[in-house]
């Protein structure tokens, strides 16, 4: 199992994407946070945006989707070029339904979790994700503090994986730095998302590979 880097374009400069993704060709994906200013109180970019994105992009794109009803609209970001989408377990009404469309259509399924939300009613239902996102922040706006209560959570989603025998990845989303990363890592997480520890070096793709050397050595 390899630790992989997904920057998050939040921290972007959005009048700039076209080059800020260029920043990040290094990267394994490009991690993008869809809003709607009702599942959180922010509000990012839409469908008609995302799909531009995908075309431009010189990696893969995560989609994850802050949305209410994603099982209404969370195809549709398959459908636009998405690698991986990722919805929220909060919202969606029938999340095995959901990942299976997500899958038919040609897109890994994810499903994501509040800090507070537990992982246990997912861990019977692995064999129907591809990824299970646990939040290290409350979702919504980048730049928070890594929450070290989330680092057990991630643990017992790596232990259930790892008895179950299935390819899951565990990703991991907010305060991912350079100080936070090994923590992560140890724990059980393989997918990592940072926004300003990426898009606040001076040097994109050198920050990026420091983070994934600090996140291979503690990988289990």
């Not at 374009?9 to 993008?32: G, K, T």
């Given at each position: 199992?390899?630790?992989l880097?997904?920057?998050?374009?939040?921290?972007?400069?959005?009048?700039?994407?076209?080059?800020?993704?260029?920043?990040?060709?290094?990267?394994?994906f490009?991690?993008?946070?869809?809003?709607?200013?009702?599942?959180?109180?922010?509000?990012?970019?839409?469908?008609?945006?995302?799909?531009?994105l995908?075309?431009?992009?010189?990696?893969?794109?995560?989609?994850?989707?802050?949305?209410e009803?994603p099982?209404?609209?969370?195809?549709?970001?398959?459908?636009?070029g998405?690698a991986?989408?990722?919805?929220h377990?909060?919202a969606?009404?029938?999340?095995v339904?959901l990942?299976?469309?997500?899958?038919?259509?040609?897109?890994?399924?994810?499903?994501?979790?509040?800090?507070?939300?537990?992982?246990?009613?997912?861990?019977?239902?692995?064999?129907e994700?591809?990824?299970?996102?646990?939040m290290t922040v409350?979702?919504?706006?980048g730049?928070?503090?890594?929450?070290?209560?989330?680092?057990?959570k991630?643990?017992?989603?790596?232990?259930?994986?790892?008895?179950?025998?299935?390819?899951?990845?565990?990703?991991?989303?907010?305060?991912?730095?350079?100080?936070?990363?090994?923590r992560?890592?140890?724990?059980?997480?393989?997918?990592?998302?940072?926004?300003s520890?990426v898009?606040?070096?001076?040097?994109?793709s050198?920050?990026?590979?420091?983070?994934?050397?600090?996140?291979?050595?503690?990988l289990?």
């Amino acid at each position: 199992m390899s630790a992989l880097i997904a920057p998050s374009i939040l921290s972007a400069d959005f009048m700039n994407l076209e080059s800020e993704l260029r920043r990040i060709a290094d990267a394994d994906f490009a991690h993008v946070d869809v809003m709607d200013n009702h599942f959180v109180p922010n509000l990012t970019l839409g469908l008609p945006v995302f799909e531009r994105l995908t075309k431009v992009s010189p990696v893969p794109v995560d989609a994850h989707l802050m949305i209410e009803d994603p099982d209404r609209w969370a195809p549709a970001y398959a459908e636009a070029g998405a690698a991986s989408v990722t919805f929220h377990a909060e919202a969606a009404r029938a999340p095995v339904r959901l990942a299976r469309e997500l899958r038919r259509l040609g897109s890994r399924a994810g499903v994501a979790l509040r800090p507070a939300t537990p992982v246990e009613p997912f861990l019977d239902l692995l064999a129907e994700v591809d990824m299970i996102l646990v939040m290290t922040v409350e979702p919504g706006f980048g730049g928070q503090s890594f929450i070290e209560g989330t680092l057990p959570k991630i643990r017992r989603a790596r232990r259930a994986i790892g008895e179950s025998g299935l390819d899951v990845w565990v990703q991991v989303d907010g305060g991912i730095s350079r100080d936070t990363i090994d923590r992560a890592a140890d724990a059980g997480a393989n997918v990592f998302v940072a926004g300003s520890a990426v898009y606040g070096a001076d040097d994109a793709s050198a920050e990026i590979a420091t983070l994934r050397d600090l996140a291979s050595v503690h990988l289990h």
